[in-house]
């Protein structure tokens, strides 16, 4: 079963920095698009940023040139840097993925991971 793990999220002052981290299970890790997603209480899970296995990289409007993904396929794990953090920001944070012949950014997956809260407030 594919499992992701995210962590690194907590309380930041606006303007401040976090960096998530997902660890994942799956042996195929290094063929799988992955992306971070953030779910607001009453809102629709949003894409945040995906990257590709050959490390292209995609990111929402809202958190362009602020966030950056990256990943270590020896490590299994994804990684979301957050820059000039705002309160806008707060969510839970969730990373998944699928083997990139199947992605694309509507993608339904079966199960998502507990997710890792992110609370930007001064």
């Known amino acids: 079963q594919v499992q992701f793990v995210e962590s690194g999220g907590g309380l930041v002052q606006p303007g401040g920095s976090l960096r998530l981290s997902c660890a994942a299970s799956?042996?195929?890790?290094?063929?799988?698009?992955m992306g971070w997603y953030r779910q607001v209480p009453g809102n629709q899970r949003e894409l945040v940023a995906r990257?590709?296995?050959?490390?292209?990289?995609n990111y929402a409007a809202s958190v362009k040139g602020r966030f950056t993904i990256s990943r270590d396929n020896a490590k299994n794990t994804v990684y979301l840097q957050m820059n000039s953090l705002k309160p806008e920001d707060t969510a839970v944070y969730y990373c998944?993925?699928?083997?990139?012949?199947?992605?694309?950014?509507?993608?339904?997956?079966?199960?998502w991971g507990q997710g890792t809260q992110v609370t930007v407030s001064s």
């Open positions: 998944n993925g699928a083997p990139s012949s199947t992605w694309y950014p509507g993608y339904q997956y079966d199960s």
């Open positions: 990257i590709a296995p050959g490390g292209s990289t």
């Open positions: 799956p042996r195929l890790f290094s063929i799988y698009t």
